[in-house]
Nanobody, 128 residues
Framework: VQLVQSGAELSYPGASVKVSCKAS????????IDWVRQAPGQGLEWMGR????????NYAQKFQGRVTFTADTSTSTVYVELSALRSEDTAVYYC??????????????????????WGQGTQVTVSS
């Protein structure tokens, strides 16, 4: 199993950024994918979850209106797009495969052991 993410992004306040996560080695539709980020000096922060089978999503309230998750089953790739960027969005963004749970879970804390596979992370830097 592998989750391979796109490369680092440098963007500016007010812009949008889109990060990809390509899955391989398992049946893509069978597992949720969560997006998690970690800002410098901070803990892991849950952004939300997508069901790749039908594209249904569950966004953390903090990101609603600014984040969009999509899934392309033809390429086994999920995407996160974050708009209206601000400096506080500077972080490493991770995709992670969720082996248990439900789409509508309310995730309040994140630990690495909550997931069985992680992408390598994508550095997103927002700077003017």
């Amino acid at each position: 199993v592998q989750l391979v993410q796109s490369g680092a992004e440098l963007s500016y306040p007010g812009a949008s950024v889109k990060v990809s996560c390509k899955a391989s080695g398992y049946r893509f539709n069978n597992y949720y994918i969560d997006w998690v980020r970690q800002a410098p000096g901070q803990g892991l922060e849950w952004m939300g979850r997508i069901d790749p089978e039908d594209g249904e999503t569950n966004y953390a309230q903090k990101f609603q209106g600014r984040v969009t998750f999509t899934a392309d089953t033809s390429t086994s790739t999920v995407y996160v797009e974050l708009s209206a960027l601000r400096s506080e969005d500077t972080a490493v963004y991770y995709c992670a495969r969720k082996a248990t749970g439900a789409l509508r879970d309310e995730v309040v804390s994140v630990h690495r052991f909550d997931y069985d596979y992680w992408g390598q992370g994508t550095q997103v830097t927002v700077s003017s």
